[in-house]
Each structure stands twice: as structure tokens, then as C-alpha cells.
């Protein structure tokens, strides 16, 4: 299972010092303790510190970058997060799981994870949330469907120490989980397939999206991944020579 101590959240540019201390109360709440800051466009100073209670040093201890990039380096694992579920299933970028969905893939997953917050006025981009393994939104009222994010960072946190909790009680059936090379060698020969193919590049390039989502929501065992490689890796070889010879 995920460990609470693997799991980082980002916060991206948040614009009020007070949903910082709030989304540490949180993260502290549910036992989590790693905070990344992107770019925030507040100070992160008393008033922070002051609403965040017992979490204050979390807080203190907040990692602050520059980039997402940045905040995401090395993590296997990306979770994106929004309150705007697409209105069309083309919009693919955006269909998301819940975030109990999530907490039920995240009991076989060992690495770390990142869970990205987006910003209070307009939350996360759409080419933000491309870089995501997969997409969590919150059900809520259509009426006003749209959480503070410190109320929807809480949801989630719950789900997964909810999850985590409960898995830590009994033994766990345990098998190799695909690692992330095992998954940038999948999505390798995926693209090298799309690449070889005649099909228009916006359809190239969503299909590649859809391909990692699928991964990402999936969270395959080593063995069944590399079933899927080697289906890929020959498919992508015939293509290029059925190209080649063209």
C-alpha cells in the first residue's frame, strides 16, 4: 500500500495565505506531512501558521519551487485535481475518478505520489493536468459543484488514510507493481506505434493522453504490464517496417 510519508501535495500557486494553513490542518488531520508551494502569490508567513492550528510545522517545513516541474520530480505517480468534470467525453484531459476510486488504486501502489491542488480562482490547466497519471474530482451538488480547496484537499486525504488505515489491519496480498520505467517503456512503444501509424496528429496526441490515464487508473503488476509491452513493442516494429517499405 501507499505510505503516508510517500505522499506529497502540491499546492499551485495559492493565492490565500489562509487555504495554505487550512490544507496543512488538513494534510496533518490525516496524517500526511509533505508540502510543496508552487509560486504562491501570497506571502506564507503568520496568517498561515495561524490556520493551520497543530500543523504548524508543516508549514515551516513547506517546500517552495518555482515550477511544477519542479514539485513533481521524481514522482512516479500524479494525481490531478479538479472541480470542472468535462460536459463532452472528448475532453479527455478531464475525466476524472473519485476519490475514493483513487484511494482503492493507491492500496497496491508503493512509491511516492503527488497530489496537486490547483489555484482558488481558476484551478488547474488543462496542460497541468495532462502531465497527471490520472484525474480526482469530488461529486457534489451541479447546484455549486465547486469545493475551497482546503475542503476538497480533506476529502481526499480522508479517502486515502481511510483506505491506508484499514489495509494496515490485515495482510495484504502482495505482487510486483509495475514501476515507472516499466510504465515510460510502455508508453514508449505506444507512441512509437501512434508515430508509425497515418492518423492526424490531435488524434496521435490524445490518444497517447488516453493510453497514460489508462495506466495511471489501472496501476498493473509488473507481469501484466509487460504483457502489454510486448504486444506493443511488435505491433510498433511491424508498423515501422510496414512504413519503411512504403
Aim: hydrophobic share 45%.
Amino acid at each position: 500500500m501507499v505510505r503516508l510519508e510517500d505522499v506529497r501535495v502540491v499546492f499551485v500557486e495559492p493565492l490565500f495565505e489562509i487555504n495554505i494553513g487550512y490544507v496543512a490542518r488538513a494534510m496533518k488531520n490525516f496524517g500526511l506531512r509533505r508540502l510543496y508551494l508552487v509560486g504562491p502569490r501570497t506571502e506564507v508567513g503568520d496568517v498561515a501558521l495561524t490556520y493551520s492550528v497543530h500543523a504548524r510545522e508543516i508549514v515551516r517545513e513547506a517546500v517552495i519551487v518555482d515550477t511544477l516541474a519542479e514539485a513533481v520530480e521524481g514522482v512516479p505517480y500524479v494525481v490531478g485535481t479538479t472541480g470542472k468534470a468535462p460536459k463532452r467525453d472528448k475532453r479527455v484531459v478531464r475525466i476524472p475518478i473519485t476519490p475514493e476510486e483513487l484511494a482503492k488504486n493507491l492500496v497496491d501502489y508503493e512509491g511516492e505520489v503527488a497530489i496537486l491542488l490547483g489555484r482558488e480562482d481558476v484551478g488547474l490547466r488543462n496542460e497541468e493536468l495532462a502531465m497527471c497519471n490520472v484525474v480526482v474530482t469530488i461529486p457534489a451538488s451541479p447546484e455549486y459543484p465547486i469545493l475551497n480547496v482546503s475542503h476538497a484537499a480533506a476529502v481526499i486525504f480522508y479517502e486515502i488514510y481511510k483506505w491506508n488505515a484499514g489495509v494496515a489491519r490485515r495482510a495484504p496480498f502482495s505482487f510486483a507493481r509495475a514501476t515507472r520505467e516499466d510504465i515510460a517503456l510502455a508508453e514508449k512503444y505506444f507512441d512509437e506505434l501512434a508515430e508509425a501509424l497515418p492518423i492526424p496528429e490531435h488524434k496521435r496526441r490524445i490518444a497517447k493522453l488516453v493510453f497514460r490515464r489508462m495506466l495511471g487508473r489501472s496501476l498493473l503488476s509488473r507481469r501484466e504490464l509487460y504483457a502489454i509491452v510486448g504486444i506493443l513493442r511488435r505491433a510498433s516494429e511491424a508498423a515501422q517496417r510496414a512504413t519503411t517499405k512504403c
